[in-house]
């Protein structure tokens, strides 16, 4: 199996920041793209960050400038950084990590998702 856990969010002003980290572990070969999606209420999940084993990045255009995502592949570790943090960055964060791996005999890429952490931003 394959485990993605968050953890760093929380309450904070607008114009603060916050640090989320995320990580993978279980049995997989490699993973592949990592990322952080968001998720507000009454809306859909959309992409926040994502960055490749390589190390290319995406971002949302609302986060551009703002949030900047990392990752440490020794230790299979997504981190976004968010600052000028604003009211509408307010959602539930979740991580996702695409891994290679064998289900039922068969390889192939599978993603995976973390329970999610809270970000609120007070004005």
């Known amino acids: 199996q394959v485990q993605v856990v968050e953890s760093g969010g929380g309450l904070v002003q607008a114009g603060g920041s916050l640090r989320l980290s995320c990580a993978a572990s279980?049995?997989?070969?490699?993973?592949?793209?990592m990322g952080w999606y968001c998720q507000a209420p009454g809306k859909q999940r959309e992409l926040v960050a994502v960055?490749?084993?390589?190390?290319?990045?995406n971002y949302a255009d609302s986060v551009k400038g703002r949030f900047t995502i990392s990752r440490d592949n020794a230790k299979n570790t997504v981190y976004v950084q968010m600052n000028n943090l604003k009211p509408e960055d307010t959602a539930v964060y979740y991580c996702?990590?695409?891994?290679?791996?064998?289900?039922?005999?068969?390889?192939?890429?599978?993603?995976?998702w973390g329970q999610g952490t809270q970000v609120t931003v007070s004005s």
């Open positions: 996702a990590a695409d891994v290679s791996r064998m289900v039922a005999g068969y390889p192939g890429q599978y993603r995976y």
């Open positions: 279980g049995s997989f070969f490699s993973i592949n793209s």
């Open positions: 960055i490749t084993s390589g190390g290319n990045t």
